[in-house]
């Protein structure tokens, strides 16, 4: 008799139900794979105190970095309605899929998940969206543990990797890469990656959503393969690109982002 076959998910999210685009992928795997996906992990958002705050705001710049950023209009990445718009259009309550199989933890890296992954012994471990996962879970998977990365690795990684190609004036460097993953941020042998195209109007809620859906689809197939032992992976050039930070993403980036969002829609006028 064939041993059953488990699939375990671990989405952050800044809710405990996740965000739409943690929605989306888990709705996915639940059509692709049914029971196969035995747990739905989502974990309560990081709490920083005060002190770590205000040491995370100073570390965004100087002064005059941290006074533009007060009198900035605009927020700090997509908007989530607009995510929630793109994603999970007909959705009037925000609820994590799975029903029973969802189970809500206070972190993806303490001992509650590694209880529920020894119970569940997961070929695949799939994770999205989370805290960094620390190697006592990510080794858990009898197979594989793969991350889903919305940027063109190794070229684009670390944070807001759809929002850096259009900086740097790099439509072609768009895209989403499915990764084994590691330590290191972003930086596991590479399963497979999309590209994600910039059309007039795009803003970056837009292209997310195009890195969400394609990436999606590269994730289903990934775990397909890798259940059916054929999922090759290739070791990244990490000389290459650039790893950025939270901190990188100033209120002069913002504004550069969006004098150069106008620029491609009059280029493809």
């Given at each position: 008799?064939?041993?059953?076959?488990?699939?375990?998910?671990?989405?952050?999210?800044?809710?405990?139900?996740?965000?739409?685009?943690?929605?989306?992928?888990?709705?996915?795997?639940?059509?692709?794979?049914?029971?196969?996906?035995?747990?739905?992990?989502?974990?309560?958002?990081?709490?920083?105190?005060?002190?770590?705050?205000?040491?995370?705001?100073?570390?965004?710049?100087?002064?005059?970095?941290?006074?533009?950023?007060?009198?900035?209009?605009?927020?700090?990445?997509?908007?989530?309605?607009?995510?929630?718009?793109?994603?999970?259009?007909?959705?009037?309550?925000?609820?994590?899929?799975?029903?029973?199989?969802?189970?809500?933890?206070?972190?993806?890296?303490?001992?509650?998940?590694?209880?529920?992954?020894?119970?569940?012994?997961?070929?695949?471990?799939?994770?999205?969206?989370?805290?960094?996962?620390?190697?006592?879970?990510?080794?858990?998977?009898?197979?594989?543990?793969?991350?889903?990365?919305?940027?063109?690795?190794?070229?684009?990684?670390?944070?807001?990797?759809?929002?850096?190609?259009?900086?740097?004036?790099?439509?072609?460097?768009?895209?989403?890469?499915?990764?084994?993953?590691?330590?290191?941020?972003?930086?596991?042998?590479?399963?497979?990656?999309?590209?994600?195209h910039y059309e007039p109007g795009d803003r970056e809620a837009q292209l997310f959503a195009k890195g969400v859906r394609a990436g999606t689809q590269l994730y289903l197939d990934s775990v397909t393969a890798a259940l059916?032992?054929?999922?090759?992976?290739?070791?990244?050039?990490?000389?290459?690109?650039?790893?950025?930070?939270?901190?990188?993403?100033?209120?002069?980036?913002?504004?550069?982002?969006?004098?150069?969002?106008?620029?491609?829609?009059?280029?493809?006028?």
């Open positions: 008799m064939a041993a059953l076959v488990s699939i375990v998910i671990l989405v952050g999210g800044s809710t405990p139900e996740g965000n739409a685009e943690h929605r989306y992928l888990v709705d996915a795997f639940l059509e692709r794979f049914g029971d196969r996906v035995t747990r739905i992990v989502t974990a309560e958002p990081v709490k920083r105190s005060f002190g770590t705050r205000l040491k995370r705001m100073l570390k965004r710049g100087n002064y005059a970095e941290r006074l533009a950023r007060w009198r900035y209009p605009g927020g700090y990445g997509p908007d989530p309605a607009d995510l929630q718009r793109l994603l999970r259009p007909d959705e009037s309550t925000p609820q994590m899929p799975g029903g029973s199989r969802r189970v809500h933890l206070p972190s993806h890296n303490g001992p509650e998940c590694e209880a529920i992954l020894e119970a569940d012994q997961p070929d695949v471990i799939v994770v999205y969206g989370t805290s960094i996962i620390r190697s006592n879970i990510f080794s858990k998977a009898r197979i594989i543990t793969l991350n889903m990365h919305t940027g063109l690795s190794p070229w684009y990684r670390g944070d807001s990797t759809l929002f850096w190609p259009v900086f740097y004036n790099e439509p072609e460097r768009l895209g989403v890469t499915v990764h084994e993953l590691v330590e290191s941020v972003d930086g596991g042998a590479i399963a497979a990656t999309a590209a994600v059916n032992g054929t999922l090759e992976c290739q070791p990244q050039d990490l000389s290459i690109g650039h790893e950025f930070r939270w901190k990188d993403r100033t209120v002069a980036a913002e504004r550069q982002v969006i004098a150069n969002f106008e620029q491609w829609e009059g280029a493809s006028s």
